[in-house]
């Protein structure tokens, strides 16, 4: 069965630099998500990304994060410039069509701790 | 703003006990509800989902739950755990006016002794 797979599992970095995390998310799937779940808070959406394009954006995703599709396989969420609260696990999501009733498929998460 | 509320943070039974999670969720309109499961070490994985139709839906591994609109409430249940069902289990809400970013709870986490 097809899976999101994301790079690395865990980043260990200094407050103040930059991150990007990866993800391939399923071939055909054409929407892609990014999560993060800050350890004992709730999972929370970040953006959503389809054609190109953001489609959504949430209230945590400032001038800091930027999200890129660099070519037909990956999608990565970038921190310019990482602040002690980004400690978070980050899922990567991606969906075939998009719509409210559509499954999002997750990957296994990517640790980031900010130091 | 949608929310989503489970009640149970952790929940311990003996396995062949009936499970239930309380889901309960804030947004007047049409929405579309989930339950995820993530077992130890594995990513998030669909357990089942309501969009339309019969408010009774089945999802994998026995499980299945019932969409109450009058309540706003979408609860999961199994009636008889297997140690295998140790996991922490998520509800999530789409709705048309928030697109199609998902809205979790706060999880419950589910241990069964064997």
């Known amino acids: 069965e097809p899976e999101v797979t994301q790079t690395p599992s865990h980043q260990v970095t200094q407050m103040g630099q930059e991150v990007i995390l990866r993800c391939v998310p399923i071939s055909n799937h054409l929407y892609f998500y990014w999560y993060r779940q800050i350890l004992g808070q709730k999972v929370e959406f970040l953006v959503s990304f389809y054609n190109n394009e953001i489609s959504e954006k949430s209230e945590i995703f400032d001038d800091q994060f930027s999200v890129e599709r660099p070519d037909g396989s990956n999608f990565t969420l970038k921190i310019r410039s990482t602040k002690l609260e980004d400690s978070a696990m980050y899922f990567c999501?991606?969906?075939?069509?998009?719509?409210?009733?559509?499954?999002?498929?997750f990957g296994p998460g990517t640790r980031l701790t900010v130091l | 703003a949608q929310s989503v509320s489970q009640h149970n943070h952790h929940v311990i039974l003996s396995e062949a006990a009936s499970l239930e999670l309380g889901c309960n969720y804030s947004y007047g309109g049409t929405v579309n509800l989930f339950w995820y499961v993530q077992y130890p070490g594995q990513h998030l994985q669909l357990l089942l989902k309501y969009f339309s139709g019969d408010p009774l839906v089945k999802g994998i591994k026995g499980f299945e739950a019932e969409f109450i609109k009058s309540k706003f409430s979408f609860n999961l249940r199994k009636p008889s755990v297997q140690w295998s069902d140790t996991a922490e289990y998520f509800c999530?809400?789409?709705?048309?006016?928030?697109?199609?970013?998902?809205?979790f709870g706060g999880g419950t986490r589910v241990l069964v002794k064997p």
């Open positions: 999501a991606s969906s075939e069509i998009g719509q409210g009733g559509d499954t999002q498929y």
């Open positions: 999530a809400v789409t709705s048309g006016a928030a697109g199609n970013k998902l809205t």
